[in-house]
T-cell receptor, first 113, second 116 residues
Framework: QQQVKQSPQSLIVQKGGISIINCAYE??????FPWYQQFPGKGPALLIA?????SEKKEGRFTISFNKSAKQFSLHIMDSQPGDSATYFC????????????FGQGTTLQVKP | NAGVTQTPKFQVLKTGQSMTLQCAQD?????MSWYRQDPGMGLRLIHY???????DQGEVPNGYNVSRSTTEDFPLRLLSAAPSQTSVYFC???????????????FGEGSWLTVV
């Protein structure tokens, strides 16, 4: 059973557009929600993360929106650039244990020039 | 500062062979873990460790063993390789979690394993 469900599987956006990736979770014990970015041949790297006590977190062009009641969170990439083309993973972790991330299935983003 | 270092980068095994994927970190992190990445399934946790001498199972532990004799090293052993273990393996490490600041988990660059 997939505890964190991510959509869409792939996404094509024009340069300058907004990329939106969505995730939903089941486990109400999750209280840490990071997004990871992965380029081909590389390991995932932390992009941005949010705790459930806030509804939004912004870092540069990247924003996480969090809806605790719906158990959903999303990543918005504003002014998408070709250099943003990568695979994005949402993840979740419980309060009691770190290093134990549950990942979504991943979204492959292509930003066209 | 090398971060999280994995070896080998690529390996081809025959069914039934055994091997060890090495992982080392130089950040003095308490926590270390192993994930496997398969198409369409994201990353799945195999085993993790919260400190030297302590290990526990993740989502997909069958067919793998780990040990943590030092803070720096966390090797992953495949006892009898099977084609289903063909995957990309990532080692990761992090500090003990700070409730107020969350947690940053650092990943190695991966080990590509093919079992034929």
């Amino acid at each position: 059973q997939q505890q964190v469900k991510q959509s869409p599987q792939s996404l094509i956006v024009q340069k300058g557009g907004i990329s939106i990736i969505n995730c939903a979770y089941e486990n109400t014990a999750f209280d840490y929600f990071p997004w990871y970015q992965q380029f081909p041949g590389k390991g995932p790297a932390l992009l941005i993360a949010i705790r459930p006590d806030v509804s939004e977190k912004k870092e540069g062009r990247f924003t996480i929106s969090f809806n605790k009641s719906a158990k959903q969170f999303s990543l918005h990439i504003m002014d998408s650039q070709p250099g943003d083309s990568a695979t994005y993973f949402c993840a979740a972790a419980e309060r009691s244990n770190t290093g134990k991330l549950i990942f979504g299935q991943g979204t492959t983003l292509q930003v066209k020039p | 500062n090398a971060g999280v270092t994995q070896t080998p980068k690529f390996q081809v095994l025959k069914t039934g062979q055994s091997m060890t994927l090495q992982c080392a970190q130089d950040m003095n992190h308490e926590y270390m873990s192993w994930y496997r990445q398969d198409p369409g399934m994201g990353l799945r946790l195999i085993h993790y460790s919260v400190g030297a001498g302590i290990t526990d199972q993740g989502e997909v532990p069958n067919g793998y063993n780990v040990s943590r004799s030092t803070t720096e090293d966390f090797p992953l052993r495949l006892l009898s390789a099977a084609p289903s273990q063909t995957s990309v393996y990532f080692c990761a490490s992090s500090y003990r979690r700070d409730r107020h600041s969350g947690n940053t988990i650092y990943f190695g660059e991966g080990s590509w394993l093919t079992v034929v």
